[in-house]
């Protein structure tokens, strides 16, 4: 470790302390926000944080409820580093006349709201307002799945990878990448052409994957390189192993570790481990409409997320010893887009989907809910009488049109168990679900309201409420 890494090391601890020391007065809670790609990671925090402005829509948050909130606020964020999360950009790109939904997240940003909170209880006659601070950390989920990278040598990582590549639900997108590796020698000769095109195509693939559905996609930047385009910190592809470690083998084995040290490593360090709270949007609904393969790999990959945190308690100490995550929200996303009917029916498939994760995390003392919400409710429900008997259907403007029509997706299980034991089928065993995609509403505000949502109260009361009171 040199000077400056000495040095980096004590500012950050200098910071931490601080932190620690300001927290006992104005305390903050930082909530992590995260979800794979197309889950609503954006429109979540700018509706959330439109709610908890404008708190018409929030009947279940329970200080709202009782009028205990006086006042919020968004205030400069105290890591001046990160970008800030563009609140009002997006905010505008939903209640525009012609609303869009906003840009998908690319990078990690952030964004502090402070909350003017009034006592309740015997501390209301003798304690004043207080401050609370809810820093909103945004992130991509193939990031977090990155996390896994960390204690896998170049050999494991490939070896996992290559296996993935052949799996069944994989192997079509897999087959031009796989068909190039055959015909590279791993023992061989350094040469940039060649190695580039082989990163090329392994990205390729990762991004074939990404449009079929599918999830647990690593190295996640390859999805999103962002200013790493390019670097040789991206230019890598797994390799089969060789009895001799030649110039190929050993390069792209450098550039593994270097995007474990450039990419991996700053994030876990600078944004991850710093998270008190966590909410996973997770897009159940468009894996289900992906067939039975793709919800297997749904279920891996939030197993790995599940397994990236450190759950447990929190104590009062924790932003000075080190924080852990003590309560995570699996949400099942655009739960709109079926009838409320479904909803039980969609939150107990997100739970059982999770339900190994979630014991491991309460046994350490974490909580761990799985709920079925909208951030922005995109939809209306219609009954449509059809052959005889009534279906039960949303409504809404169609994404790709733009015209309005009243869908019915199809009936999710009754019993997420007997579902799931059909993972390894080529179909579902009780007809397709067809997911679907929606425009947002055109939106007119009433003073003092936030942007329709289902069930996003009951999310902040979940991860917010204990530290509302």
């Known amino acids: 470790m040199g000077i400056a890494d000495i040095a980096d090391e004590v500012a950050r601890l200098v910071e931490t302390a601080q932190d620690g020391a300001a927290a006992l007065f104005e305390p903050t809670v930082r909530l992590g926000v995260t979800g794979l790609s197309r889950a609503g990671k954006t ?10 402005l404008d708190r018409g829509r929030m009947p279940r948050l329970r200080a709202a409820a009782q009028g205990r909130i006086e006042a919020a606020q968004l205030r400069p964020q105290p890591d001046r580093a990160a970008p800030r999360f563009d609140f009002e950009t997006h905010l505008g790109a939903l209640l525009a006349p012609e609303p869009r939904w906003p840009e998908s997240t690319r990078a990690v940003s952030q964004l502090r709201l402070s909350l003017r909170l009034r ?25 977090l799945l990155d996390l896994a990278l960390l204690d896998l040598s170049y050999d494991d990582w490939s070896e996992r990878a290559l296996a993935e590549a052949r799996a069944p639900a994989r192997a079509l997108h897999a087959a031009p990448w796989l068909a190039r590796l055959g015909a590279v020698d791993p023992a061989g000769p350094w ?17 074939a994957c990404r449009r079929a559905g599918l999830s647990g996609l690593t190295p996640g930047r390859f999805l999103m390189p962002g200013d790493l385009a390019g670097s040789p910190a991206l230019t890598f592809s797994p390799l089969p192993r060789a009895e001799r470690r030649g110039g190929l083998r050993a390069e792209m084995a450098k550039r593994f570790e270097a995007y474990k040290r450039a990419v991996v490593r700053p994030f876990f360090r600078d944004h991850f481990a710093r998270i008190d709270r966590q909410v996973v949007l997770v897009d159940v609904l468009s894996a289900l409409g992906a067939g039975p393969q793709a919800v297997a790999d749904l279920r891996a990959s939030m197993t790995a997320v599940l397994d990236a945190f450190r759950p447990g308690e929190n104590s009062w100490l924790a932003p000075i010893i080190g924080r852990r995550v003590d309560r995570i929200l699996f949400a099942a996303a655009k739960a709109d887009h079926v009838h409320h009917t479904q909803h039980d029916r969609l939150a107990a498939l997100t739970a059982e989907l999770l339900r190994r994760s979630r014991e491991r995390a309460a046994f350490k003392g974490a909580r761990v809910e799985a709920m079925a919400l909208a951030s922005l409710r995109a939809t209306v429900e219609q009954d449509v009488r059809r052959d005889g008997r009534v279906l039960h259907c949303v409504r809404g403007r169609l994404a790709a049109t733009g015209r309005e029509a009243a869908l019915h997706p199809g009936d999710l299980p009754e019993d997420p168990r007997r579902f799931l034991d059909a993972l390894g089928a080529e179909r579902w065993p009780e007809g397709d679900f067809r997911a679907m995609d929606f425009a947002p509403p055109r939106l007119r505000l009433a003073p003092g309201d936030g942007p329709p949502h289902l069930r996003l109260d009951a999310a902040a009361e979940f991860l917010l409420g ?3 009171s």
């Open 191 to 207: 040469d940039e052409g060649p190695a580039r095109a082989l990163a090329e195509a392994f990205a390729a693939y990762l991004e």
């Open 466 to 468: 204990d530290k509302l």
């Open 43 to 52: 429109v979540f925090i700018t509706s959330l944080v439109a709610n908890l």
């Open 119 to 143: 006592p309740e209880g015997w501390l209301a006659g003798l304690a004043g307002p207080r401050v609370v601070h809810l820093d909103i950390v945004d992130y991509p989920g193939e990031w």
